[in-house]
Nanobody, 123 residues
Framework: QLQLVESGGGLVQPGGSLRLSCAGS????????IGWFRQAPGKEREAVSC????????IYRDSLKGRFSVSRDGAKNTVALQMSSLAPEDTGVYYC????????????????WGQGTQVTVSS
């Protein structure tokens, strides 16, 4: 399995922004599609967004479009999830995951996962 490391989570007020980062440890992220997922307490893990190896981005939920964006930085070997206009319902543990080339919104299609980073949106 590939080792992924998320960072950038924290506590933010409603309406605020956060930038999460997913880094590959010991391997290049370039050939991989990177998915972002989140899991709220008591709920199933859900797909947030994904970026293919060629840079095509999908945001899976209409409520996130215009607020969330994903980008790759090949030089830094990272994929970022930029989140803005955050709301309490965005609270959860955010995970990045890797699979070859193409995106998927299915959790079971990804074999390599990071440990997750907590995002809490609260006043």
């Amino acid at each position: 399995q590939l080792q992924l490391v998320e960072s950038g989570g924290g506590l933010v007020q409603p309406g605020g922004s956060l930038r999460l980062s997913c880094a590959g440890s010991g391997f290049s992220l370039n050939p991989y599609a990177i998915g972002w997922f989140r899991q709220a307490p008591g709920k199933e893990r859900e797909a947030v967004s994904c970026i293919t190896s060629s840079g095509s981005v999908t945001i899976y939920r209409d409520s996130l479009k215009g607020r969330f964006s994903v980008s790759r930085d090949g030089a830094k070997n990272t994929v970022a999830l930029q989140m803005s206009s955050l709301a309490p319902e965005d609270t959860g543990v955010y995970y990045c995951a890797a699979r070859m080339v193409l995106c998927s919104r299915r959790v079971n299609d990804f074999r390599s996962w990071g440990q997750g980073t907590q995002v809490t949106v609260s006043s």
